[in-house]
């Protein structure tokens, strides 16, 4: 038994990775529309300093966005350095931002707040991917801990800022960033640190579509009180990023050989992060599950409306804020 819970996860995400990646081979990546302006716009974008999150930073400084990245390390002001000079934009910046700890958390969003701006766009990218079994500074597994509650933590006390700063014409966005690993996930409400059979494998799938629960449940709670901010998710696909520096040896031999046909870049994979930050499309659109820039079904289970609520309820008492 022990051995079928070890193994299952890993040939699910290995399915499912699969399976993207050749449709990636029969269909042509997304391709971004020419968007408008967004000066005097600003945007968070977590993980900003690599990798997607640095092309979803970049395209936006680009339209003329205000944009701050959020990151834990010092390649941060690097990617800022070479986004300022890319774009001409100067306002760029970095804040530090350590997703695994709630304390840097709320340090982060105070400094934010500290340089009373507004936000019109919140881009939760950040995250890791198949890390072996450790715990965040909180105790937190840290799949769950950083790639869903750091940024359940974070959006929610972002929300009244987004608020604010939405229009009914022009609405406040969070997009998210999950994955199609979603669709191969189990959530747990009693186990929801991974602990009773601990796989890298299964524990990124369950943050993943933890992701997708929360933002569609925060559609929800968005819709009901009347607010001028839409949240959707994105599936970037599998794309060539450092993202897959935790796997074995042979699957990082793999990834080198054939990574460069089979994936995208990282460009290609930020097409539909910055299409749902700001396309007039998807203006006043939330609650989307959007895959190569186009609306998509996600898993059944995501549209439990009871378990995102429960999933919502556990998350608050987990991060310490207010039900």
């Not at 967004?38 to 205000?66: D, E, F, N, R, W």
């Not at 699957?251 to 910055?274: D, P, Q, R, Y």
Request: charged share 15%; glycine share 8%.
């Amino acid at each position: 038994m022990w051995v079928l819970n070890t193994l299952l996860p890993v040939l699910r995400v290995y399915y499912i990775g699969i399976k993207v990646v050749l449709q990636q081979l029969v269909f042509r990546p997304f391709t971004l529309p020419v968007l408008p302006p967004q000066h005097g716009k600003v945007a968070i974008v977590t993980g900003g300093s690599k990798g997607i999150g640095y092309c979803t930073a970049l395209h936006l400084s680009k339209l003329g966005m205000h944009v701050i990245i959020g990151n834990n390390d010092c390649e941060g002001n690097e990617a800022v350095e070479r986004i300022q000079q890319q774009t001409m934009n100067a306002n760029v910046e970095f804040l530090y931002c350590d997703l695994t700890s709630m304390k840097s958390i709320r340090q982060f969003v105070q400094n934010f707040k500290a340089k009373n701006l507004g936000l019109h766009v919140l881009v939760n990218n950040a995250g890791v991917m198949l890390v072996p079994e450790r715990k965040t500074v909180d105790g937190f597994e840290e799949h769950f801990g950083l790639n869903y509650l750091g940024h359940f933590l974070l959006t929610n006390l972002l929300l009244k800022t987004l608020r604010k700063s939405g229009t009914h014409d022009s609405n406040a966005r969070v997009v998210t960033v999950s994955s199609a690993t979603h669709y191969v996930g189990d959530l747990n409400l009693d186990d929801l640190q991974s602990s009773h059979c601990y796989t890298p494998h299964g524990a990124y799938a369950q943050s993943k579509l933890s992701l997708v629960l929360f933002t569609y449940h925060l559609q929800h709670q968005l819709t009901e009180e009347g607010s001028h901010v839409t949240a959707n998710v994105v599936d970037p696909g599998v794309v060539n990023t450092d993202l897959y520096k935790n796997m074995n040896w042979a699957a990082k031999l793999v990834k080198w050989m054939t990574g460069w046909l089979f994936f995208k870049t990282a460009e290609e994979g930020a097409a539909t992060s910055i299409y749902a930050s700001v396309s007039p499309h998807l203006e006043g659109m939330g609650g989307c599950y959007l895959y190569n820039g186009n609306k998509t079904k996600s898993a059944d289970i995501t549209y439990d409306e009871e378990l995102q609520r429960k999933l919502w309820l556990k998350s608050c008492k987990l991060v310490g804020i207010p039900i």
